[in-house]
């Protein structure tokens, strides 16, 4: 029988849960203290812990963290949930850092609890299969040191279930970095389905990410699954999550809280037995600030958070992109790879990139494209928009006056087409808006 072991202070809490838990069939053990909790954990080995973080009059939650790491100690892959109070938050993503599954607020439903349990107990016994020993970085390219701390980030936490938020500008390699999450997963044989939550409006989020029922609204025909359903197992990459609007950021939390979710006219509640990933170029603080991103989502999904690097600040990883990018293109149109000579490679390691290494690829492909011969030199670059002026990272007002020119001559070459512009550029519309703004460029 499955043996949940109760830690808490508050007698009420114990004996409450002990009541639900026996009710549904587990079998459980109560501590009031992390002295009787780490007694029980040394001599017995329980399926899942449920543990309050608070044991004092202070709501540090030292005693707390302590008893979760020394749990941890004892036994790495038993699944505890945390208690905490709803103004303990940040104490309870703190625990989720230091390993914990999941938590809940008090006061809790029953039927919240019940479901977390099942899904922590579930996803233990899939991780049981061990997953591959080497880790897999074969799709991501360089060596810089901010890029392969992310690396090791990700290789430590892409075993567990823990959300993991992204953070960096467009054309870094987010979703790179999300794909090799999910590939050394113990999720990595179950489905990985992406989502621009930047291209959803609010009156589609729902029956796109749920699902809905035939006859659920106008034009509803037939029965059709959402991302959710269709992730099942595997994972969801929820791409530009700073563009979602607050109303369907209401529904999303949701999801994550509750494991939960209702298609669009069905009165059953399923399951969501899925792993999380999350990306956005937006800065998530200044919109808790301002109100326009909800505290408790980003704290559901801020529990590990890994920051990819710009292009212009990993210069010496150029070449090698280059040498990927010269690669593949040159297959695609059946060509030699050609040489670049190093004045060229100068050349592209000083240029902003506003766009990273998006745009890096688009004029890479560009140049190799209209370029005949065996050589691509300074000039070949240059004809491509790209200018011989030098911009050090260490200067950040010229950094900026290059990115604002860069943008000004995108527009200029496509017309004042947007679009155009931003594809020139190797970033979103969204995001050429919001850096025309900041230059208060008008077009």
């Known amino acids: 029988m499955t043996t949940i072991l109760v830690v808490d202070d508050d007698n009420s809490v114990r004996v409450s849960l002990k ?24 001599g017995s080995r329980p399926d899942l812990v449920i543990m309050d973080m608070n044991y004092t009059r202070t709501t540090t939650g030292e005693e707390g963290l302590t008893l979760l790491k020394q749990i941890k100690v004892f036994h790495p892959d038993v699944p505890v949930i945390l208690i ?9 993503v703190e625990g989720i850092r230091a390993g914990a599954f999941d938590f809940i607020t008090k006061p809790w439903d029953n039927y ?9 107990l579930s996803l233990a016994a899939k991780n049981d299969q061990a997953p591959s020993s080497a880790f897999d970085r074969s799709a991501i390219i360089g060596k810089d040191p901010k890029l392969l701390s992310v690396l ?8 567990t279930n823990a959300p993991v938020l992204i953070l960096g500008e467009n054309g870094t390699g987010k979703e790179l970095i999300a794909e090799a999450i999910h590939r050394n997963s113990n999720r990595r044989n179950g489905p990985m389905v992406k989502v621009n939550l930047g291209g959803l409006s609010q009156s589609l989020f729902e029956s796109e990410m749920f699902g809905y029922r035939k006859g659920a609204f106008t034009g509803a025909v037939t029965d059709r699954e959402g991302r959710f359903a269709a992730a099942e197992g595997g994972t969801i990459f929820l791409d530009e999550i700073g563009d979602l609007d607050i109303n369907s950021q209401v ?40 109100g326009s991103f909800r505290e408790d989502l980003f704290y559901r999904i801020n529990l590990i958070t890994v920051t990819l690097p710009p292009l212009r600040e990993r210069a010496d990883d150029i070449p090698l992109l280059v040498d990927h990018l010269l690669r593949k293109v040159s297959a695609n149109a059946g060509r030699e790879v050609p040489e670049v000579t190093g004045e060229a490679m100068e050349l592209l390691k000083r240029q902003p990139w506003p766009g990273n290494i998006r745009q890096l690829a688009n004029i890479v492909e560009r140049t190799l494209l209209v370029t005949p011969g065996d050589t691509l030199d300074a000039r070949d670059f240059q004809a491509q928009g790209l ?8 200067n950040q007002g010229r950094l900026k006056s290059r990115e604002k020119e860069e943008i000004e001559n995108a527009l200029t070459e496509s017309g004042g087409n947007l679009t155009r512009a931003a594809s020139l550029l190797g970033i979103t519309r969204q995001t050429l808006y919001r850096r025309m703004a900041k230059h208060n460029i008008h077009y």
């Open 251 to 290: 529904k999303l939390l949701r999801v994550l809280q509750e494991h939960t979710y209702e298609p669009l006219g069905d009165t059953r509640t399923r399951r969501a037995d899925v792993r999380v990933v999350c990306a956005t170029n937006a800065d998530l603080n200044e919109m808790l600030r301002d």
């Open 84 to 92: 905490t109070a709803w103004g303990n938050i940040p104490l309870a």
């Open 152 to 159: 090791d980030t990700i290789e430590r936490v892409a075993a």
């Open 112 to 120: 919240t609890i019940l479901g977390r349990i099942t899904t922590a």
């Open 387 to 394: 200018s011989p002026e030098k911009t050090p990272a260490d």
């Open 19 to 42: 009541l639900l838990l026996k009710r549904n069939g587990y079998e459980v053990a109560t501590a009031a203290t992390p002295a009787e909790a780490i007694s029980y954990v040394r």
